[in-house]
């Protein structure tokens, strides 16, 4: 029975110590050293082989290294195996920590004072409280919630946008496509922390951003074919919005030449916001491998139609 890693080698090979000092029962590999391909019942990969149900005849369980699962091709997962996304604590701390970054970069202007620098000019800009400061977060899920449960700490005017409804204290819970607008219509920061899905491709378009107030930004930070870049430049030209800081694109790596690049106000990270970490993910695996030889339900198991 074989563990395959399927995606960064160099963290591969972390993965492989931590199995070695915490379940050397279980055979280990990394991907392309897969052994016998027979023998693969589990697979942890960014992105599987295309041809996964040939490949891996008895494999079991699929899990995403990431949080999201966008990039796999479900209708190319055998319908008996659960697909299992990345929950722990690793990546959630990660992306509270840049989500944090970028709201207070907005709030406290520190974009116009770097601006300011370059040109010599010595200003004041008011300082505004981060009560009068709303943050809008799509997205109430994992990432989220964490993000928003931090920004609290700094007393920001906070909501959040979801399918179904939340009830989160000290947050204004928006549900359903009917409460889009007025979730919109207060958020001076949007943050996206959407998984890509039918239903959540090109989401961040110009009729979606045009209704923010007038000088809103935003921090995407879900997926690149969230949003409809020219839609972004459009109304970043118009003034409509303020800043945009994006660490996804479509594609990635972001060609050069792209206008992004050079925008004054947009700033451009390369999908760094948060990556799993291998010691507390690998435990989060292990957890999972015991619920699922006694039966139990995995932490994490997305829900194929949703997909998500
Ligand atoms: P979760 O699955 O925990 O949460 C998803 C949230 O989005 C839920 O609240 C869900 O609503 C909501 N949602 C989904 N579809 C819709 C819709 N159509 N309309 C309204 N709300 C919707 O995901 P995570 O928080 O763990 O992660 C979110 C995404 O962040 C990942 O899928 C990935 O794309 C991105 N990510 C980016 C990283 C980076 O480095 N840039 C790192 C890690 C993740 P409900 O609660 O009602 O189900
Ligand atoms: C993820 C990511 O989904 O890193 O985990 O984007």
Redesign the pocket.
């Known amino acids: 029975m074989t563990f395959l890693y399927k995606a960064d080698p160099a963290r591969g090979a972390v993965w492989a110590k931590l199995f070695a000092e915490r379940a050397p029962e279980i055979a280990f590999s990394v991907w392309p050293d897969s052994g016998e391909l027979a023998h693969v019942r589990y697979l942890a990969a960014w992105q599987p082989p295309v041809d996964i149900a040939q490949t891996f005849p008895n494999l079991e369980v699929l899990f995403s290294v990431?949080?999201?699962?966008?990039q796999f091709d479900l209708s190319v997962v055998p319908a008996h195996v659960p697909i299992v996304?990345m929950?722990e604590p690793g990546?959630v701390e990660?992306?509270v920590e840049?989500v944090t970054h970028a709201v207070l970069t907005i709030h406290r202007d520190s974009l116009d004072y770097a601006d300011q620098q370059r040109r010599g000019i010595w200003r004041e800009l008011p300082v505004r409280p981060a009560a009068s400061c709303r943050v809008g977060v799509?997205?109430?899920?994992?990432?989220?919630t964490a993000v928003l449960e931090r920004l609290r700490l700094f007393g920001y005017d906070r909501a959040g946008?979801?399918?179904?409804e939340?009830l989160i204290d000290g947050v204004a819970c928006y549900?359903?496509e009917a409460a889009l607008d007025a979730f919109l219509a207060r958020t001076d920061i949007l943050v996206c922390?959407?998984?890509?899905?039918p239903?959540?491709r090109h989401l961040l378009d110009a009729r979606l951003l045009g209704k923010l107030p007038r000088g809103a930004s935003l921090i995407q930070?879900?997926?690149g074919a969230h949003l409809v870049q020219d839609d972004l430049l459009r109304l970043l030209d118009a003034e409509h919005l303020r800043y945009a800081l994006l660490?996804?694109t479509t594609p990635e790596p972001l060609p050069p030449g792209h206008p992004f690049w050079r925008h004054p106000r947009v700033r451009i990270t390369p999908?760094?916001?948060?990556?799993t970490r291998p010691e507390t993910a690998v435990e989060s695996v292990l957890d999972n491998l015991k619920r699922h030889r006694l039966g139990l339900p995995m932490t994490g198991e997305i829900d194929r139609r949703?997909g998500?």
């Open positions: 990431g949080a999201g699962i966008d996304r929950i990546i990660g992306m840049y799509l997205g109430l899920g994992m990432l989220g946008w979801s399918r179904s939340h549900a359903g922390l959407l998984p890509l899905t239903a959540t930070t879900g997926r660490d996804v999908h760094i916001a948060s990556a949703r998500y």
